[in-house]
């Protein structure tokens, strides 16, 4: 039957970012003006929000709470509100303040901020349902269109949806205000502020397919034929039943958009009762399917239609890819049943020096980063990640574990005076709000990122309290309960801290038993669970400074660590944790265990380990005057006050620049790439004739080291050895040369020189164009390096950038732990020999985008980058 055209599509999904105004309240420490829980009380006596069909809406809503702010009323002036475009992430502009603890970062992220926007419907939106999409908001917020309270979610990394309907004025002006209240003491890492992912506005008709209401899973599938059943929810918010029609198209999904189309379900006829919802299956057939995997990355488009007669009053697209995922426990993983060793890594949501706003490149840039290592999972550690992530996992062939939470009921935050044991204890953290939202955002994560092929795992949790008491294992049952009745295709995890955990009943709720730190453990855990799965899912937690190498090197792993710098030796960890070495070992002795999690693969903002507090002691400062200025202040306040603001675990530092540990891993995880990785760098004249230890990372058997042509010994890596070491060379500076080998022929070959005096800057861009849209980055790597063009570590120049042509600079870095440089601006020092620059283009403007880079006593480069029309 022929369907009557019309101008608009039955179904808008409009981004929302543009022409915000912001204000923030006075203060990293603004006191509230009212309590959030007011907000919280109204939300849920009310219903709104909720995400589980099954619960009942109360019968009686709260009041609305009552605040003496006025910057949620139509008529406020905010004229001279700070104008921006989302997404915005407050507080990575700063400034860093010593007096902020390093947990977050020492960046000014608590506090309140409102946003507002003005904007306007046309008429022909009349009768249609106008709601307002929010990918995540940072945190605590509470929404109000033209004076009205509609609604609010209090968890930060939740996506959810606030109807604005009621309240909407069509063909006129409209005002939505939200204000968002970050508790200080509320994250253990650096959260982020504002409305930082993405906005969406959506509008339908009043009969369509509900929010994240296609669910797709694969039934069958072989070389011949795959069997897909297609979920749809559908929903009826009129006062009279529909006559509905479904269909369903299968496309094959390419790099350019939709093919033609592979398989059509059967027509489905149904009648939908005023008020309800109903879901119906479609049972779809694909011949000879493109299954998803981590080398074919083939992926189709599901395309539904609900229609009323002839009119079609509803389209929605839903992007999946076909595979099945399975856990041995006795062999691990395995995707379109070929075994696959999981190489992962954990990576928290923030973006280095551009903060925790969500920017399509700067995450592929660090999915290609991991890539090139060898990584082929990551998992999203700890909390719901950005949903423009998965799908770059679905794009790039990653594995991703999805996890909800941190922490359950009982929080790890509390206020410093209070003791934990404390029966009266509050909570800063998601604990507060844990009992009302864990439902609704558990279901809110599955829903939303279940069609995702690259997800592989649900996590429910990161070292959760709960796993140290007895009853523990009856709140994760019931976690678990609530991902399996939305999900039934992929394994329940939760990564485990406790080694008791794996023994106690906690571990009888999980799929797959994640453990941080235990690889002394694997043999016994699989011994002791013969049928459950097992996984690393944090591990080494290694900490290094790119670039930084301290004497005597030693084995011992809390040693190392001088001016708030730790070794690049790769030979430290805390006393928790281990060195990449030790957990390579327990995965090679329990082949069982499915792969390993590496915390982590980017250095980020906050939990400064080993410098996560104030000091005591002197940590062996080797400049005499900053030796003096710490004894001074040490005399003075008894303490030490700690700069670092940002982690030393990661594989590769804040500003994406590899640190030496890069290639250990990229060795294991690459063992067919041909190469040679040495350290330390080979510039030490205040070392002439002392030991100077040298260790090479290669995949190779076999490898020889020279010093100037003399050989210094030909090394053979045993069994459950991961690393080339000569730890008595004595220092001489020239060349360093190392020749590996692997079944006896020659493999791989790298050389280490001693660099000549910094002369010249050199520019790296990352690509040589880009998109005109306004979001679209390069990054741009400068280099201090000699006359023959060789990196030249140990320097730390002031360098002065300048921009000409359509692009701007949004932020600039080094990788140094300790830098309180702002990330905004035209100037920056290097660390060890590298800055860092990330240029944006300009909405609408193409052309050539030209850096230059300038420092007192070296020769000046530039490099172009053409911004293109998009």
Partial sequence: MARTKTTRPPRERILFNDDWRFHREDGHNAAPRFEYSQIRDWILSTGAELINEGVARPARPAAEPQIDENKFLPQFDDGKWRPLDLPHDWAIEGPFSQ??????????????????????????????????DVDGAMSHSAIWLNGKLIGGWPYGYSSFRVELTPYVNVGGDNVLAIRLENPPNSSRWYPGSGLYRNLWLVKTNPV??????????????????ATINLDITLENTTDAERELILNTT???????????????????????????????????RIKKPQLWSLKHRHRYLAVTTVSCGDTEIDRVETPFGIRSVRFDPDRGFFLNDEHITLKGVCLHHDLGALGTAVNIRALERQLEIMQSMGCNSIRTSHNPPAPELLDLCDRMGILVIDEAFDCWRRGKKWPPDVAESDPNIRYFDYATDFDDWHERDLRALVRRDRNHPSVVMWSIGNEVVEQWYPDGWKLATRLAGIVREEDRTRAVTSAFNGEMAGYSGFQTALDVVGYNYKPQEYVKLHRSNPTLAIVGSETAS???????????????????????????????????????????????????????????GFDYLGEPTPYNADSSNLLNFTDPVERQFAEQELKRIGQIRVPSRSSYFGIVDLAGFPKDRFYIYQARWRPNLRMAHILPHWNWPERLGEITPVHVYSAADEAELFLNGKSLGRRKRKRLQYRFRWDEVIYQPGELKVITYKRKKKWATAVCRTTGPAHQ???????????????DLVFVTVKITDEQGSLVPRTHNLIQFTVAGPGNIVALDNGDPTSFEPFQGSSHKAFNGLALVVLRSMSGQAGKITLTAQSEGLKANSTTIQSKAP
């Fill in 250 to 284: 299968i496309f094959a999904l390419a790099d350019h958009g939709r093919a033609a189309p592979v398989a059509r379900a059967e027509p489905s006829e149904l009648k939908l009762r005023s008020h309800f919802q109903t879901m119906r299956t479609h049972v779809v």
């Fill in 761 to 775: 800057l050199t520019l790296e861009p990352d690509r040589k164009s880009l998109s005109a849209d306004g979001c």
């Fill in 208 to 225: 369509r397919v509900r929010q994240w209401g296609t669910f797709i899973t694969t039934r069958r599938v072989s070389a011949r034929e």
């Fill in 99 to 132: 007096d902020l603890p390093g947990e977050t970062g020492k960046l000014p992220w608590a506090g309140i901020g409102w946003y507002r926007k003005h904007f306007s419907l046309d008429e022909a939106d009349s009768g249609k349902c106008i709601f307002l």
């Fill in 542 to 600: 290694t900490i290094s400074s790119r670039g930084e190498y301290f004497f005597p090197v030693t084995n011992d792993k809390l040693q190392g660590q001088v001016n708030f710098q730790v070794s690049s030796y790769d030979l430290s960890a805390n006393w928790w944790s281990h060195i990449p070495d030790v957990e390579f070992r327990g995965l090679d002795e329990c082949p069982a265990v499915a792969g390993e999690y590496v915390w982590t």
